[in-house]
């Protein structure tokens, strides 16, 4: 049959609004979590990672949040600015590993 | 420091043709990877090369291959192409492979028709 694009999940935020991205993570014993951004038209940029036997790690305007238990990652950005709209990338790696990438979710500012 | 350099930037093909992508590393990185990004499966690993030796490997047909240097300069090959390998094929290098953080090239669009 036909396939069916991915469909990115959007998060709008007002500039100047802190935003949250979230993601759900598959491999339990991943040992880092990485977030990318991509740019239209360009290749992905690393943005902020977190060791496993981390569970918070700040960058400049961002901040990762690691639980363990319910496998769930996140991204914070504060005062999110026009700049930032992109397509934000959770991935994981284990070891020499493959990094695998989640889906994205887009992230939209409003001026 | 030059970041990663991919060539050519756009390329157009007809099914059953074949086509080498190329992929220059940022100078003493020795891990390259490869992926495929489509609108349908988002990003798709293809393999990762370290010193010459692919590491890691994908779930890609065997129409799909690649190389590494030993100047760390990388290039995929995709033989007999069909319709759905239109996409962009992105390298990304790093230092060691280890850590996750990786280093991306903006991409080749091949399109096939």
Redesign the interface.
Known sequence: GESVGLHLPTLSVQEGDNSIINCAYSNSASDYFIWYKQESGKGPQFIIDIRSNMDKRQGQRVTVLLNKTVKHLSLQIAATQPGDSAVYFCAEKMGYQKVTFGTGTKLQVIP | KAG?TQTPRYLIKTRGQQVTLSCSPISGHRSV?W?QQT?????Q?LF?YFSETQ??K?NFPGRFSGRQFSNSRSEMNVSTLELGDSALY?C?SSST???????????SRLTVL
């Open positions: 990663v990877s992926y609108p349908g499966q988002g990003l690993f990762e590491r890691n994908g992105l990304a492979g280890v850590t996750g953080e990786l280093f991306f090239g903006e991409g």
